[in-house]
């Protein structure tokens, strides 16, 4: 039987990385889309034979068409698109933040987005089934003073639900996860750094710990799999708990136990 092929991007680092490994270890063959050549060439090095490394710009629509029509020509057609490119800001206001920057945000997280649906939604439909997998956030839910990010990823998560209702004739289904605080290696430099208070941060979550990368492959990998088939259109948290815990961990009126 022919492999799967799935093809994430941002599969460089981070919650890409850990799930292009774990579609690896799933049997598919996996592209990897990244604009860091050296990060992306060494995970599918250290992946294997499962894995190809394609540099690419998600913000750029013809590159994303060239690549797309690369992997179709070495792997096979897309059968599973997780779109895991993105940027990462800083706290700003709308009223100061760098515009250059907020352009390039949005033309990386969102129009990456669209960029990659597009081309590899297109080697799908003929085949009357796929899977894709956009990245949301708990930003998706609740507004963040950090104004491009947290509009791109609201804008997401409807992405994900036109998709879904459009692709869905064409047997593909499209789906969202929406992660909080993700434990990666640029989350715990801050920490150590001092740039995020986790003491405040695990205020804010339901669970005493945060999700790691590959929790949020597991997710990632449930909502490719034929365990899904009648899921779309969906923003599935990968949050320990925040967005239900946000508003009644900051009630004025305290919770009903001593905090240790």
Known sequence: MARAVAVVTGGASGIGEATARRLAADGCSVAIVDVNAAAGEAVAGS???????YACDVSDAKAVE??????EAD?????????SAGLIPNTESIMEMDMAAHD??????????VHCARAFARQMIPQGKGAIVTLG????????????????????????????????R????????????VMTPPLRAK??????????????????RLPEPADIADAIAFLCSDQARAVTGVLLPVDAGFLAAVSYRTYAGGVPWTEA
């Open 137 to 168: 956030s708990i930003n998706s839910r609740l507004p963040l003073p950090i104004p491009a990010y947290n509009m791109g990823k609201a804008a997401i998560e409807r992405l994900t639900q036109l998709l879904a209702v459009e692709l869905g």
């Open 75 to 83: 792997l096979g057609p897309a059968g599973i698109l997780v779109t």
């Open 170 to 181: 064409h047997g593909i289904r499209v789906n969202s996860v929406g992660p909080t605080y």
């Open 47 to 53: 992946i294997g034979q499962a894995a190809r490394f």
């Open 104 to 113: 390039r945000m949005w033309q990386v997280n969102y129009n990456g987005t």
């Open 191 to 208: 920490v150590a750094a001092g740039q995020r208070d986790m003491n405040k941060i695990m205020g804010l979550h339901a669970l005493p």
């Open 66 to 71: 060239d690549v797309a029509a690369r992997v």
